[in-house]
């Protein structure tokens, strides 16, 4: 089963809005990383949060991570039509990477 | 560097065929695994290899095999492909520095099993 679990599993707004997706997982991790993915393409390294950290800034990008609740959330601020796509989060334990099942968000132009 | 590069891009296959599902990494990294994505299902481990000769099951291996003679080529066997195996497959390798585990993926190849 999947331990990262994302929420909600699609998200629509309007361009220029923030959008916020959360995750959870069940295990201790060292870190915690978000993915995006472009329909019909690889896997793009987004940000990565360490375990002693609680939040990360990166771009318009903000990630928390509450290792007490074992959730994280994602903040895509001032979005854009070029930020559709679908959104994972993986955590890692020893040599392994665990995803959750994904995040599909649309924005509007 | 090229990272990750895997072949073919686009596959279709029959019923009962094997094939092989290449992937090879310039970047020295020990660490390889395969991967799955179903519409709504996210990723799933498929088996990896923590270095030259050394396999291991992930959380979906029946139906596939793997092997590693070198570090750079991982390559993905489906002995005889069924339609369950229909999917996007993606193969990856990780580096870990310090306690934090990074992950470079190839773009993927889509299977269709008819």
């Known amino acids: 089963s999947q331990q990262g679990e994302e929420d909600p599993q699609a998200l629509s707004i309007q361009e220029g809005e923030n959008a916020t997706m959360n995750c959870s997982y069940k295990?201790?991790?060292?870190?915690l990383q978000w993915y995006r993915q472009n329909s019909g393409r690889g896997l793009v390294h987004l940000i990565l949060i360490r375990s002693n950290e609680r939040e990360k800034h990166s771009g318009r990008l903000r990630v928390t991570l509450d290792t007490s609740k074992k959730s994280s959330s994602l903040l895509i601020t001032a979005s854009r039509a070029a930020d559709t796509a679908s959104y994972f989060c993986?955590?890692?334990?020893?040599?392994?990477?665990?995803f959750g099942t994904g995040t599909r968000l649309k924005v509007l132009a | 560097n090229a990272g990750v590069t895997q072949t073919p891009k686009f596959q279709v296959l029959k019923t009962g065929q094997s094939m092989t599902l290449q992937c090879a990494q310039d970047?020295?990294?020990?660490?390889m695994s395969w991967y799955r994505q179903d519409p709504g299902m996210g990723l799933r481990l498929i088996h990896y290899s923590v270095g030259a000769g050394i396999t291991d099951q992930g959380e979906v291996p029946n139906g596939y095999n793997v092997s590693r003679s070198t570090t750079e080529d991982f390559p993905l066997r489906l002995l005889s492909a069924a339609p369950s195996q229909t999917s996007v497959y993606f193969c990856?390798?990780?580096?870990?520095?310090?306690?934090?585990?990074?992950?470079?993926f190839g773009q993927g190849t889509r299977l269709t099993v008819v």
């Open positions: 295990t201790s991790i060292n870190n």
């Open positions: 970047m020295n990294h020990e660490y």
């Open positions: 990856a390798t990780t580096v870990t520095y310090e306690r934090n585990t990074e992950a470079f």
């Open positions: 993986a955590t890692t334990g020893t040599y392994k990477y665990i």
